[in-house]
Structures are given as C-alpha cells and as structure tokens.
C-alpha cells in the first residue's frame, strides 16, 4: 500500500492520485485536518511496528510499502487531563504533549525509511542556511545581509545599483487589513525607503537587485532534475518576482537543459540538504552566471510539469510504484 499525506485541497495530489489508479495501486490517501490514532506500538530487534487509526480504518506499518510527503502533518488524538490543580494541569499536560511528539516523530522517522518521497522535517529548511551550503558547494549566490540596524542598510544598499527584500523564513507574512495588505513576494527597497526606517528594526532580510535574463525553475526527484526557463523580465509585474503572475499574460516557460556543472552543484546540495524532492529557483544573468536563490521542499510543480511536457505527476507516481504492488 503506498501512504500519501496531504491537504485535502491539493490539486497536484490528485493529479498523482489519477496516476496511481491507472497503475491499478493499492493507496490510502490522509489528509492533514484528519484526527488519527497512533496504537500498538512495537519495537523489536526485528521490526517497529504500529497501526495508525484513521476512523473505523486500521493500517499496519507493514502494509506500507511507499510513502509520499506532500503537506500537513500527523495529528495524533491526545487525551489530556483536567486537573484542579492548574499548575500541575499545565505541567502533565506538557509532559503528555511531548510523550505524544516523540511518538509521531518515530512513525515520521518510519514512514520515511521506506521508498519515499519528501520528509515532514524539510518544512522547517533554513532558507539561510542553503544559501551558506550552496556558496560553500560553489555556487553563486546573490549578496545578502539580515540586519536590524539601518546604518548597516545604508551601507549595504550603496554598494548596488538596487536591493530587493524577502522574507527571512521559507514563506511569508500574509495579512490583509483596510490600509495596509502584506505579504511575502519579493519588493525592491528605495532610498526613500530606507530614510523612512526607524534607526533599529526587526530582523530582515535584503540582497542585491541582480540582473536576469530569465529565471528557473526545477524541480528535483530523487536525483534528476526537472528545469524550465521563466521569462519572467519581459513583463513589468512579474520582472522582479514571477510568482506575482500575469494571468492574462502568462510568462513562456519553456523546457531547460542544466549545465553539467550546475546539476552536479546542485545535486550535492540536495543531497546535504537530505532532500531527495524540492523546487529550486535560480537566476540565469546576462553574463550567463546562475545563481542560486533558495529550495522550496514543498513547493507546486505544476508550472514545471504542464508547460514542458514533463508529465512530473507521472514521475512521482512511478516512484511510488517501484516497490508497490496490488489493485486499488
């Protein structure tokens, strides 16, 4: 049986779902918002063993030959105490919801073990830290500086014809309100911003304003890679960040062959990265330098997939397949 964990508004799970079903496989597809319950739980010399309770569904860690990641998380049903006393309330209630984490961190550590695709840790990337990796594996990578000084802003926005700011975390902010409405995207950031900053702020997070003659955009499965070319400079709203789209006027996103030596880079990477799934971006500059700007572990393929003909959703399916077997 091959085990699927995801939200139950993803389109592309479906999309793979379909795929699944053509190859007449057994599935069992939990979505994230679904109360489940972890129960008999062995280990022996030979084998780890549980059962996972989804409503009047049992399944057996044995019956699992193939796992997907694709989004949300296990949510175990807990019972917690109610206790008079409220300190002790709080605390045992504490102890329960940490005894409660390392369990379903073991079924994660389980469920991966198998032939898998993607990891619930991936969620927490450090966005920072790959770009440190990537720099160290030797690939380019735009200046930064995460301040929370604007003398150092200053000084850092001096030495560039234009600097852009993106959330430190791998996503964003997202908050509407009457006067006000922020979120994640990429924006370039003026002198006049920059005067109106307080002298100390928040940590944030800003780079050099490179010049592209396209993005990319790859996705990488289990050790190929998956490229497509984003001509996101010839439109003003998606110049800086092609994830503003135009929807009446979609940017061409043709298939892209990888320089050898970028696709060894970046193999290295997801491999220290413990990432055998994930969405890339990068920048190709007129001078034909790329440079590296962050993995999304999660992130859609769909604009990866349909534009170029990849039929990724078909790729991932037949991963699963490989050690899978049954009718579904």
């Given at each position: ?29 939990l ?9 008999n ?24 030959s ?5 989004r949300?998380a296990l949510?175990?049903k807990i ?7 409220v ?43 790959n770009l ?33 700011t ?26 006049k ?5 307080p ?53 061409r ?8 030596n ?66 579904h």
């Open positions: 049986m091959i085990f699927i964990l995801t939200d139950d508004d993803d389109v592309t799970t479906n999309d793979v779902l379909d795929w699944l079903s053509y190859f007449n496989l057994k599935f069992i597809r979505n994230g918002n679904n109360l489940i319950e972890i129960q739980v062995g280990l022996s010399n030979s084998v780890i063993e549980f059962e996972i309770k989804m409503g009047n569904l049992i399944i057996k860690n044995s019956e699992i193939a796992y997907w990641y694709r949300g949510i175990n019972k917690f105490i109610n206790h008079e006393n300190n002790f309330n709080n605390s045992i209630n504490l102890e329960i919801q940490k005894n409660n984490d390392i369990l379903v961190d073991l079924v994660y550590h389980e469920l991966e073990s198998k032939n898998s695709i993607g990891h619930f840790w991936d969620n927490e990337t450090n966005k920072l830290i440190s990796l990537a720099k160290k594996i030797g690939l380019k990578v735009p200046d930064s500086i995460i301040t929370n000084r604007k003398n150092d802003l200053v000084e850092f926005h001096s030495k560039y014809s234009g600097i852009i993106k959330p430190i975390g791998q996503s964003g902010w997202y908050m509407k309100m009457p006067n006000h409405n922020v979120d994640g995207a990429t924006q370039l950031v003026s002198q911003d920059i005067e109106s900053f002298e100390t702020f928040g940590y944030s997070f800003f780079q050099e304003c490179l010049e592209k003659s396209y993005e990319l955009r790859i996705f990488f499965l289990h050790g190929v890679f998956f490229a497509s070319a984003i001509f996101s400079q010839l439109d003003e709203k998606t110049k800086l960040d092609f994830r503003n789209y135009n929807f009446d006027k979609p940017n996103t043709p298939p892209y062959k990888l320089p050898n970028i696709e060894t880079k970046l193999l290295l990477l997801m491999n220290k990265l413990g990432m055998n799934s994930g969405s890339i971006d990068m920048i190709v500059t007129p001078f034909k330098e790329y440079y590296f700007l962050e993995v999304n572990p999660i992130g859609q393929f769909y604009q990866v997939s349909y534009p170029c003909n990849y039929f990724l959703e078909r790729e991932v399916a037949l991963h699963l397949k490989q050690e899978s077997n049954g009718k």
